[in-house]
């Protein structure tokens, strides 16, 4: 079956540690984005991809950096710079996105801690 | 800019009883609205959506319709089950963003017990 997958489920950061968060997808999509989740406050966009070597930020991009070498592969790293990490991450894909009425596919995410 | 708004969470509901969950938007023109279902640890799932004034998006039983005048998309369900327990989150996305950017709410907690 197609889908997105993002690994690892958990992650923990060392102060002064840069971290790397996987997300593949098999769908085909053109378009990636990178989402944090934090409670009571919804999902805000961090980047976002809409074709292969080319990447936009988001509303909270501050900290992190991504790279998008492949169509199905856009991971996202976060850095030192970041001084509040801890968050549930989700990586999405749209097949196309000047198709607005197509809903977005979501990853299981990936819940990075602070050791 | 674009904005969405939920009715205050957390909602706690007995089986079978009667679901509303509050959605109401800010945004210029026409945008698509859509409702995602998020249990809990995983990703989020497109529940329903709607493109145009009043459409009535309709999944699992759940409904909810866009209405343009009241700038609204409440999600309603006429008997919930307990997994039915989740967090949804209304959504919204603009014609002519190229990048296909959503918008959320802030999301809303139901549980419902036996």
């Known amino acids: 079956d197609g889908g997105i997958t993002q690994s690892p489920k958990y992650l923990f950061r060392k102060e002064g540690q840069n971290v790397t968060l996987s997300c593949e997808q098999n769908l085909n999509h053109d378009a990636m984005y990178w989402y944090r989740q934090d409670p009571g406050q919804g999902l805000r966009l961090i980047y976002y991809?809409?074709?292969?070597?080319?990447?936009q930020k988001g509303d909270i991009a501050e900290g992190y950096s991504v790279s998008r070498e492949k169509k199905e592969s856009f991971p996202l790293t976060v850095t030192s710079a970041q001084k509040n990490p801890t968050a549930f991450y989700l990586c999405?894909?749209?097949?196309?996105?000047?198709?607005?009425?197509?809903?977005?596919?979501f990853g299981d995410g990936t819940r990075l801690s602070i050791l | 800019g674009d904005s969405v708004t939920q009715m205050e969470g957390p909602v706690t509901l007995s089986e079978e009883a009667f679901l509303t969950i509050n959605c109401t938007y800010t945004a210029t023109g026409y945008p698509s609205l859509f409702w995602y279902v998020q249990y809990p640890g995983e990703g989020l799932q497109l529940l329903l959506k709607a493109t145009k004034a009043d459409d009535k998006g309709s999944n699992k039983g759940f409904e909810a319709t866009y209405r343009k005048e009241t700038t609204s998309f409440h999600l309603e369900k006429g008997s919930v089950q307990v997994s039915d327990s989740a967090v949804y989150f209304c959504a919204l996305i603009q014609p002519g963003t190229s990048y296909g950017k959503l918008t959320f709410g802030q999301g809303t907690i139901l549980t419902v017990h036996p």
């Open positions: 999405a894909s749209l097949y196309q996105p000047g198709q607005y009425n197509q809903p977005q596919h």
């Open positions: 991809s809409q074709i292969v070597n080319d990447f």
